[in-house]
Each structure stands twice: as structure tokens, then as C-alpha cells.
């Protein structure tokens, strides 16, 4: 059975920083986290495959990070300068190619509040 297990999530202030990290049971080919803001759809907010290529959400550019351990199949994501919006429920998300369905972690709670 797939599994993605994540965490790292809580409540922090404006400005502040998060590390999410999520593990995958096996490879896949690109992982990441969707995010779901109260009352809102869900959005891409980053991902990364095998080989390092990255995709972001524009909101998030230049103050998220993200990063994977390969041999570790887990991946990193790394939260500074957060704000407000950014406060979401945060889902691990992996594939093992294009073609291939989405897997989902449990989810973690993010709340920027001050």
C-alpha cells in the first residue's frame, strides 16, 4: 500500500518560518504539497521531481523552498516569511509519473496568525 506519511505543521506568526516534511513508502517520480485554504479549493504550492525540477505557486515564490531526499524518498518544504494566506491545510502529494493517479498524506494543519 502507498503511504505518505507528513508532518511538521502548527501555528506560527507572520514572518515566521515552518519546515513540512513528508515520506513516501517508495520512489516516486515528482512529490510535493497541495494546499486548501478555509473555504477555498485547492492549490498547488510546490513540487519537485526525481531529477529537481521545481514548480510553484506564484504566491509562494521566493519565500517557500522546497527539496527531496531521493534515497530517503521523502521531500522538504520550507516556510519563511509566511503570511496570513498562506494558513491552510497543507497535503503531501506524489505520483509516479504523469500518468500515473495522485497519492495524498493525511494532511497538516498551517496557521499564520498573530
Known amino acids: 500500500q502507498v503511504q505518505l506519511v507528513e508532518s511538521g505543521g502548527g501555528l506560527v506568526q507572520p514572518g515566521g518560518s515552518l519546515r513540512l516534511s513528508c515520506t513516501a513508502s517508495e520512489s516516486f517520480f515528482s512529490m510535493g504539497w497541495y494546499r486548501q485554504p478555509p473555504g477555498k479549493e485547492r492549490e498547488l504550492a510546490a513540487t519537485?521531481?526525481?531529477?529537481?525540477?521545481?514548480n510553484y505557486l506564484d504566491a509562494v515564490k521566493g519565500r517557500f523552498t522546497i527539496s527531496r531526499d531521493n534515497a530517503k524518498n521523502t521531500v522538504y518544504l520550507q516556510m519563511n516569511s509566511l503570511k496570513p494566506e498562506d494558513t491552510a491545510v497543507y497535503y503531501c502529494?506524489?505520483?509516479?509519473?504523469?500518468?500515473?493517479?495522485?497519492?495524498w498524506g493525511q494532511g497538516t494543519q498551517v496557521t499564520v496568525s498573530s
Open positions: 502529494n506524489a505520483r509516479a509519473n504523469w500518468y500515473s493517479p495522485n497519492y
Open positions: 519537485i521531481t526525481t531529477a529537481g525540477a521545481t
